[in-house]
């Protein structure tokens, strides 16, 4: 049989997985596709580097066209990501006729729905299990294991450097930027970490999983974007004494196919299951009508989680062309997106205010709640007589967004509350 | 385009959810196959009986053969249970180039591969996984998801009715008898439990998830199989107090081809993933050698999850048939099976000795556990003076299944020991 032939685009960790994975398991691989998988060549930016690995001089090469033109390469591998000459690439390779797969969940996020109508276009399949929850194989998930159920909710951790601090300020009681510098010392954080702690990254996945989930486009620019790095230690004790876990989820919704997506720190119910789920480790909660709740659980990153789901989409895009339907994934970005308004999108609210400690105030800013119809769960009330003001913790029943605005908006207005410290979003 | 044609063998609350999402979901399952799918045909006992759905007296027949000839059906659904008539039902089928959905895990266990084989030279597809976890979509996680990994352990609360019994008797310290007496009002365990608390109905599951994980042909007398019946309130009281849940885990591990599968009452260390997996919910933890720990966490049962299942692999099989690619899922059972000895069997153990309360027996337990060079993670001992007895809890590190057959077989001929009260494995 005919060896299936792969250039792989980057020799980084991941890269470097994939080699690996490709070689150690050539016996199990050839057996479910009935053909050995071959990496004919690998883009690098110095192929004179010293590496980790061991790979034939002649394979590697700096010119990324010779590889997407390659005439016996059937597959490209995009693991060096970068979202501009890297889709003029993948772009070029899918007109090919040549099959994709990619751990870029940037490029997904911006040009997934073009990329997607090019592959069909040409006959080529583009795969991407990778740019999202790494070892978890969320996306075909989704496609295949709910393809009979309507999904409402998925709901996650997607991104492990942003829960790593989490876990270690919770764990530790340390401070945001204590943490931080560790994860960056580690090496879970990046230099410049703004994309992961900001929620970037987060929202990128969301929208990946969004679109799958609910057969909508939605994009990157209807996402509610709130990152970690305002999140104080004060926020996590009072989490931690009221029963929750603070974590960066991605929330996407979808009721009557109106949709919302958003990401943002978000307290967490200690009973709930994602609540246990600590370090670089990553879970998305899918919701399905008949299903009910069900969770994915696993490493989010990591070199050879990562590559490992690279290398089970080669085996998918291999089984296809050996099956002759390459291409012929069938489209499900069939319905249009209406996003939510913020008076649709509704959840329970976690408010820490600085109040002046005297009589009354308490009974004003419930008066205000009442105003604008957003009922109790719990009050705690905590003077602190040095400064001779009160701190006030408010968990609301389900109210919408556009009512807490207003509500925080009119706080703005009352002499009483010097400040609004903290505003989370609850779950469960 | 032509619709699909669907027989349905069975219309009880599974068939009724797969006659209910069918109508219910007509446009998204459409949208993603291409065709309308269209129940044409039930197999019901009696048709003349009252139901709580309407469906149309000419699709009801009490003739499973002549749906299951019927020139017209394309896809035969199998809700009815039974592994004999249904067996034959199945194989004409097949044979007929008809694509089979079954929920039947007794019959996927006993003749899986054979049905498996009977389906591929007839170019017909056989799907099942609605027979392990109803809502959880792990069979096509192992085949698809894992795919470049090497699988070495498969572990799971694989059945719902065991669960919620040690589920309650931990929340509420009640008795086996009582909380089984109570499932059975409820409705969540059968009038004759057998089954379920004897562990078959999770050596099945377990059986077909160590053939899809491991790619090989383990059969139902391979497992070693040891149900609930036997747990008592002190038992579950004593893994209360050192920190673990007693769950019925069924545990595959494989190592360098070689294979053990079991399902017994397992001591959970609460800190584990799986310990809080409560009530009739299900959840597989699957360990790959370059993902690490993964888990799939849902409802195991119940009629809409395990309806959702069949309804998503008759997606698959239809989505199958548009492409023309029936029958051509390439056969993954390409290994031998070799299954391992007891002596190559290891994991920790929890002992409960009940010994006679005086000087020296301790040390004497402690040096017959170093006989058989089993080391000991700690140990507890508590005195029951009005009985003039002890009992001794044993936490041991990894000892193999065979050293603690003969470190009980030794206990037997030791006057100090009055009896060896539990024993049990110990995970995480």
Known sequence: MKPIKVGLLGLGTVGTGVVRIVENHQDDLKNQIGSAIEIEKIVVSNVNKARNISVAA?????????????????????????TTATKEYIVEALKLGKHVVTANKDLMALYGGELLEIAQQHGSDIYYEASVAGGIPILRTLVDGFSSDRITKIMGIVNGTTNYILTKMTQEGASYADVLKEAQQLGYA?????????????????????????????DLQDVSVQ???????????????????????????????????????????????IASVNGVFNAVLVTGEAVGETMFYGAGAGELP???????????????????????????AFKQTVLKTDDQISSKYFLLLEVADRAGVLAQITQELAKYEISLESVL????????????????????????????????????????????????
Chains 1, 2 share one sequence.
Not at 200 to 216: N, P, Q, S, Y
Not at 240 to 266: F, H, M, W
Not at 402 to 413: E, M, N, T, V, Y
């Open 58 to 82: 002649s394979k590697l090469t700096d010119d990324a066209w010779e590889v997407i033109r390659h005439p016996e390469i059937d597959v490209i591998i995009e693991v060096m990501g970068g």
């Open 190 to 218: 990046e230099a410049d970490p703004t994309s992961d702690v900001e929620g970037l990254d987060a929202a990128r996945k969301m929208v990946i999983l969004a679109r799958l989930g609910f057969h909508t486009s939605v």
């Open 227 to 273: 990152g970690i790095s305002n999140v104080t230690k004060e926020d996590i004790q009072y989490a931690k004494r009221l029963g929750y876990q603070l974590k960066l989820l991605g929330i996407a919704q979808c009721d009557e196919n109106q949709i919302s997506v958003s990401v943002q720190p978000t307290m967490v119910k200690n009973s709930h299951p």
């Open 306 to 332: 990562t590559a490992t789901s690279v290398v089970a989409d080669l085996v998918a895009v291999s089984k296809n062309m050996k099956l002759g339907i390459s291409g012929k994934r069938i489209n499900s």
């Open 381 to 428: 009330q905590q003077a602190n007589p040095s400064s001779n003001t009160a701190e006030i913790i408010v968990i609301t029943h389900d109210a919408s967004k556009a009512a807490i605005q207003s509500l925080l908006d009119r706080f703005k207005g009352m002499d009483v509350i010097h400040q609004v410290k903290s505003v989370y979003r609850v779950e469960g």
